[in-house]
């Protein structure tokens, strides 16, 4: 079945430093998405991605589309302590309408 | 209320009790889902349902037990739990053929004891 390969599994960064995370899939998706879960809490949705290359911002969230359709990353620009939490990428394939392939997530611990 | 909402957030019962684990929905979804996640783990889709039917059930104890009364509300129902079972219950909600992604909600923290 879709797997989605997330990396780094955790990062540990110092305040005002940069992040980036990225997921790779063996398969195509037509819908990448990215979820950030702060501790006790369920994902929240930071952005969604809809065509090949497109590229999206969030306030200080960037993330892209991979060309490939099998691809994205999402970069943080200048971490603050509240950006604590785990980001998960997901996947919507062309084959299974609505069900959405989630990574193992990234565990992001920043120092102030 | 808008948005996903679980009821309890937290939940501590002995292996030998039944409990329910609630969730709502508030945004005219028509699939609704169970989650568990367990620290160090990625998140495990356990239920699936679609406009009330259950269409996905991946390998899941007996001891719990899915029930969708309507495409607002769904539960799952606890029983004879193991101390593994500990870990975080999250209810999602999607609109099927459309691509926008599952609302959460915040989850229920179930520790069996």
């Known amino acids: 079945g879709q797997q989605l390969n997330q990396s780094p599994q955790s990062m540990f960064i110092q305040e005002g430093e940069d992040v980036s995370m990225n997921c790779t899939s063996s398969?195509?998706?037509?819908?990448w998405l990215w979820y950030k879960q702060d501790p006790g809490e369920g994902p929240v949705l930071l952005i969604a991605?809809?065509?090949?290359?497109e590229l999206t911002s969030n306030g200080r969230l960037t993330a892209q589309f991979g060309i490939t359709r099998k691809d994205s990353f999402l970069n943080i620009s200048a971490s603050i302590p509240s950006d604590v939490g785990i980001y998960f990428c997901a996947g919507q394939g062309s084959s299974n309408t609505g069900k959405l392939i989630f990574g193992q997530g990234t565990t992001l611990q920043v120092k102030p | 209320e808008t948005g996903v909402t679980q009821t309890p957030r937290h939940l501590v019962m002995g292996m030998t009790n039944k409990k329910s684990l609630k969730c709502e929905q508030h945004?005219?979804?028509?699939?609704m889902y169970w989650y568990k996640q367990s620290a160090k783990k990625p998140l495990e889709l356990m239920f699936v349902y679609s406009l009330e039917e259950r269409v996905e059930n991946n390998s899941v104890p007996s001891r719990f037990s899915p029930e969708c009364p309507n495409s607002s509300h769904l539960f799952l129902h606890l029983h004879t739990l193991q101390p593994e079972d500990s870990a975080l219950y999250l209810c999602?909600?999607?609109?099927?053929?459309?691509?926008?992604?599952?609302?959460f909600g915040s989850g229920t923290r179930l520790t069996v004891v």
């Open positions: 999602a909600s999607s609109q099927e053929q459309a691509n926008y992604g599952y609302t």
């Open positions: 991605l809809y065509k090949a290359g």
């Open positions: 398969s195509i998706f037509n819908t």
């Open positions: 945004l005219g979804h028509n699939a």
